[in-house]
């Protein structure tokens, strides 16, 4: 079955530093990869997506990237800041009809 | 706009008790969806559907009903509640063209006891 993991539970980071976060997926190819913020008590809110053909994607200080030879997506948040520290969830979507598949989430801190 | 609401924002019951949970958009989305969030098991579907009229079963669909009579709203059903289903459950909706991107609501706290 499509299986999908990020590495880490929780990353402590300094304000400043780039927090990196990884998305690994088996079993299938995806078309699409999300990524999404989650805030305590709130509902899930889109970042980005990345499609299976493009490599990378920006917006403003956030990256994405994406390698299907590897099968992972990293998720990078530059000059990082305590208010990017919140729960972020990765997605994968296989073909233009099927459903997310969401990952456990890895919760950022951002120390000031 | 007011995006995706939901209602109520908590709630307790007692086992076998029943209760309906409301999702409503105001964005025209043809596709909406039910999941449920439990610590250490991420996000899980349970019902979705890709217009009004239609429904259909996701990853954890047991002890869940659902219907879509009007295209805004999207309702999920405990017929009788158990305390497994104590959960946190987020609607969500999608674009018309596909299900690219998924707009959430705050989510509904479920208890039950």
């Known amino acids: 079955s499509q299986k999908i993991e990020q590495n880490s539970e929780a990353l402590n980071i300094q304000e400043g530093k780039t927090a990196t976060l990884t998305c690994n997926y088996t079993?299938?190819?995806?078309?699409?990869l999300q990524w999404y913020r989650q805030d305590p008590g709130r509902g899930p809110v889109f970042l980005l997506l990345?499609?299976?053909?493009?490599k990378e994607k920006r917006k403003e200080r956030l990256k994405v990237t994406f390698d299907t030879t590897l099968k992972q997506s990293l998720f990078h948040i530059t000059a990082s800041q305590p208010a990017d520290s919140a729960t972020y969830l990765c997605?994968?979507?296989?073909?233009?009809?099927?459903?997310?598949?969401f990952g456990k989430g890895t919760k950022l801190s951002v120390k000031p | 706009n007011a995006g995706v609401t939901q209602t109520p924002k908590f709630r307790v019951l007692k086992t076998g008790q029943s209760m309906t949970l409301l999702c409503a958009q105001d964005m025209n989305h043809e596709y909406m969806y039910w999941y449920r969030q439990d610590p250490g098991m991420g996000l899980r579907l349970i019902h979705y559907?890709?217009?009004?009229?239609?429904?259909a079963k996701g990853e954890v669909p047991d002890g869940y009903n659902v219907s879509r009579l009007k295209k805004q709203n999207f309702l999920l059903g405990l017929e009788s509640a158990a305390p497994s289903q104590t959960s946190v459950y987020f609607c969500a909706s999608s674009y018309p063209a596909g299900r690219e991107t998924q707009y959430f609501g705050p989510g509904t706290r479920l208890l039950v006891l």
């Open positions: 559907s890709v217009g009004e009229g239609t429904t």
């Open positions: 997605a994968l979507q296989r073909g233009s009809q099927g459903n997310l598949i």
């Open positions: 079993n299938y190819s995806p078309a699409y």
């Open positions: 990345i499609r299976e053909n493009e």
